[in-house]
């Protein structure tokens, strides 16, 4: 399984960015998804994630009415709509999927599979 993180860039206070995830290597699989950001010299926080089934959701509390989290199963491809955005939001975004199915809740950490990670810069 192969994880393609996209859409990264520089945009200024109040801008809005749209990420993009690509799971590949286990076609019409489903798993549970989450993004992850880690801004220099600070540890690696949970952003947002989904469960298997797309039903359920969870924010970080930072990111809590301003991002959001979705995905297309057609596709494959998960996606982070961030908007508002913050000078504090700059950091590197991974993408990250686990096959675990045994219950249909977002995980919080033990992702099995990882993207490299898209830069996000955000200007004050």
């Known amino acids: 399984v192969q994880l393609q993180a996209s859409g990264g860039g520089l945009v200024q206070a109040g801008g809005s960015l749209r990420l993009s995830c690509t799971v590949s290597?286990?076609?019409?699989?489903?798993?549970?998804q989450g993004w992850f950001r880690q801004a220099p010299g600070k540890e690696r926080e949970l952003v947002a994630a989904?469960?298997?089934?797309?039903?359920?959701?969870l924010y970080g509390d930072s990111v809590k009415g301003r991002f959001t989290i979705f995905r297309e199963f057609t596709n494959n491809t998960l996606y982070l709509q961030m908007n508002s955005l913050k000078a504090e939001d700059t950091a590197v975004y991974y993408c990250?999927?686990?096959?675990?199915?045994?219950?249909?809740?977002?995980?919080?950490?033990?992702?099995?599979?990882w993207g490299q990670g898209t830069l996000v810069t955000v200007s004050s």
């Open positions: 989904v469960s298997w089934s797309g039903g359920r959701r």
């Open positions: 290597g286990r076609v019409g699989s489903r798993y549970n």
């Open positions: 990250a999927a686990d096959g675990d199915l045994s219950t249909d809740v977002p995980l919080t950490r033990g992702y099995e599979y």
